[in-house]
Nanobody
Framework: QVQLVESGGGLVQPGGSLRLSCAASGFIFPISFMGWYRQTPGKERELVAVITDGGTTNYADSVKGRFTISRDNAKGTVYLQMNSLKPEDTAVYYC????????WGQGTQVTVSS
């Protein structure tokens, strides 16, 4: 049974930072691609970042230079460090397993507002 549990979302001011975590279980985490999507009402679901089993990363142009995806294989956890946050980063952020995604977490809300 695959489980992906996100945490770390919240309300932050523009220019601030948040670190999202995704605790994974039920599959062989070290050989799995992991990623983060985000969804805002009225907008297309957007792939934010991906990290391969070998640690190679890729980012949406909108977050390059501001967000960093990483993984801790010993803990079975993937992270998304978000810096210099903008109001347009407001969304529900979802942790996913696989490329294309095979499993989704429940999501965590990130709100960037003054």
């Amino acid at each position: 049974q695959v489980q992906l549990v996100e945490s770390g979302g919240g309300l932050v001011q523009p220019g601030g930072s948040l670190r999202l975590s995704c605790a994974a279980s039920g599959f062989i985490f070290p050989i799995s691609f992991m990623g983060w999507y985000r969804q805002t009402p009225g907008k297309e679901r957007e792939l934010v970042a991906v990290i391969t089993d070998g640690g190679t990363t890729n980012y949406a142009d909108s977050v390059k230079g501001r967000f960093t995806i990483s993984r801790d294989n010993a803990k079975g956890t993937v992270y998304l460090q978000m810096n210099s946050l903008k109001p347009e980063d407001t969304a529900v952020y979802y942790c996913v397993r696989g490329s294309p995604p095979r499993n989704w977490g429940q999501g965590t809300q990130v709100t960037v507002s003054s």
